[in-house]
């Protein structure tokens, strides 16, 4: 019947981070145990198939054997000034859910091995692992250089990337974050986790760091920023050229052309 259902006419897959096996794996794992025969069958089926990201395209490749198209996922673009001469301290953003996945327990560690640097953290977000991320901010010292602001309206959201340098990530997964394309258009450097998943967002050295999951690689990559003002500006200055590849009309287009490609082989 499956099969049947899915000659009747040519459709297209697209695949995000949770709808490929290993993307999320702790949260997918069970389910693809017992989905993946229909999974296969309509990866397979497919008349056309693209994926939001480099590293989600790899996942899909591996798992069912079909190399998707990569559709960057994009957003209208955002006018914003160059980047000006860093002054101050170091403004350091993270944005998001704070739970196992983004694993913002990571950041705490990081910022304690340079707690007299000039830094200063702002969280925007909570989740689980919000009391807990205060509480080891506390014991380490280090609550005065953290701003803890919670959800915010898209607004605020929009200023607090325009007054800040660095998006820090020390994601255990992503597919494309969202937040990091965001931080692209406003020209923040981006210091990382070695995951596949920012591969599309961070050009190690040249718009931010590619840190290893432990807390004296993310130290050493916000130290250097501290004290190098010219290199923070230049990967400032490279996120903004880096932008133009998320623009949403270019994402639209492409979906729009592969789309028509597959309603042509009915």
Known sequence: LAVKLL???PYAVTAHLGDVPGGVPDQTAGLFRLAAPLAWLV????????????????LAQKAWGRSPEIILNGIPPIITPP????????RLLMVGRLSVQKNPLLAIEALAKIPGESWHLDVVGDGPL????????????????????????????????????????????EGLPMAAVEALWYGLAIIGSRIGGLNDVIAD???????????????AAIHHLIHSPASLLSMKQESQSLARHFDFAHCVASYEKTLRSAQSKK
């Open 7 to 9: 000659a009747l006419r």
């Open 43 to 58: 990866w397979h089926q497919a008349a056309a198939t693209t994926a939001v990201s480099s590293h989600v395209a790899g």
């Open 83 to 90: 980047p000006a001469p860093p002054v101050g301290p170091l």
């Open 130 to 173: 919000a009391d807990a991320m205060k509480d080891a901010a506390a014991r380490r010292g280090l609550s005065h250089k953290i701003e803890w602001s919670g959800w915010l309206e898209e607004s605020e959201v929009c200023k607090k990337l325009e007054n800040s340098d660095v998006l820090l990530m020390t994601s255990l997964q």
């Open 205 to 219: 050295t040249k718009n931010g760091n590619v840190c290893d999951l432990n807390p004296e690689s993310f130290a």
